[in-house]
């Protein structure tokens, strides 16, 4: 995956980010909005910061929040800043080495992320169908373990990724139809048969979108056939709410997502993927706080 290795098959040793628009006074529109979508990373950083210095939010619920938390800030920071300068830059290109680490870390935090809305998911389900027994099962041990496995698939599975897509020569053009490097639309410039990275990515996002996403449903099944033989109460209505918080969250993410990466290169829309790729990137990022957390009565005791 170095240098070298794609230096003889390929003669682009840099890429051209075209962006959202090639008219200036539309960027300069753009740019004065995207950074109060940007300054969720803030928010996310306020949560984080809340769930470690508040002993009452020391769960695993709050836990798995703070690391969402942690993967969405990511994201906005590694394209929001670098889509921000080229609104307002003539030049908007990316090495080739910027856009394979790009493309890699992308990867890794999406795919850490789908798998721990599996893990959120099994952590409401212990909470509400087995209340007594929920300290014993959710152990601290537990849950980082489950956090160490969201992240090693991460890192693995984004290496298969990153390899198959770099095995591919790009001789030229080196415009890229995205405001950053994403696999879908780098895949579009190679000059060579992109059948068997199709294959591929259905295979991966098979297993790592639909896979995780599969028990969400079951543990929520389960989670509502008890609620709705407990009596209606306050309890009832904050259980459905903590549940509804989770799967909007959910809808956001993955929606898009398996859009983007189960779908062969060739029925791609440059245009359409640059717009989820935007929604589930930037504004997703902006929103989970508000829809996960800032309605959240301990997280609004713990900030005052």
């Not at 290109?93 to 809305?117: A, K, P, R």
């Not at 591929?200 to 543990?219: A, H, M």
């Not at 809808?251 to 859009?259: A, I, L, R, V």
Request: proline share 5%.
């Amino acid at each position: 995956m170095n240098y070298f290795f794609w230096e003889k098959h390929s003669s682009v040793s840099e890429f051209f980010l075209l962006g959202f628009s090639r008219d200036s006074k539309i960027n300069i529109i753009l740019f004065n909005i995207f950074p109060f979508l940007c300054l969720s990373t803030c928010r996310q950083g306020l949560i984080v910061t809340l769930i470690h210095l508040d002993s009452c939010l020391h769960t695993p619920m709050y836990f798995f929040l703070s690391v969402l938390s942690l993967l969405d800030m990511n994201y906005v920071t590694i394209t929001a800043p670098q889509m921000l300068v080229h609104l307002v830059c003539q030049k908007k290109t990316i090495s080739y080495i910027g856009c394979v680490m790009q493309m890699y870390i992308f990867l890794v935090l999406g795919i850490s992320e789908g798998w721990l809305f599996s893990v959120m998911a099994y952590d409401r389900y212990v909470a509400i169908c087995h209340p007594l027994r929920y300290k014993i099962i959710m152990s601290p041990w537990l849950c980082g373990a489950m956090v160490v496995f969201c992240g090693l698939w991460g890192v693995s599975c984004s290496l298969v990724y990153i390899v198959f897509t770099i095995r591919l020569p790009h001789c030229g053009p080196n415009e890229i139809n995205h405001f950053f490097c994403e696999v879908p639309a780098v895949l579009k410039l190679a000059c060579a048969d992109t059948s068997l990275n199709d294959q591929v990515d259905c295979i991966l996002g098979f297993i790592l979108l639909l896979v995780p996403l599969s028990f969400i449903p079951t543990y929520y099944i389960c989670i509502s056939a008890t609620i709705l033989r407990i009596p209606f109460t306050q309890s009832q209505l904050k259980a459905f709410s903590t549940c509804t918080s989770h799967i909007t969250v959910v809808t956001m993410f993955c929606e898009p997502t398996m859009s983007m990466y189960m779908k062969p290169g060739a029925d791609a829309s440059p245009e359409r993927d640059e717009k989820l790729a935007l929604f589930y990137n930037v504004f997703s990022a902006f929103l989970n706080p508000i829809i996960y957390s800032l309605r959240n009565k301990d997280v609004k005791r713990a900030f005052l």
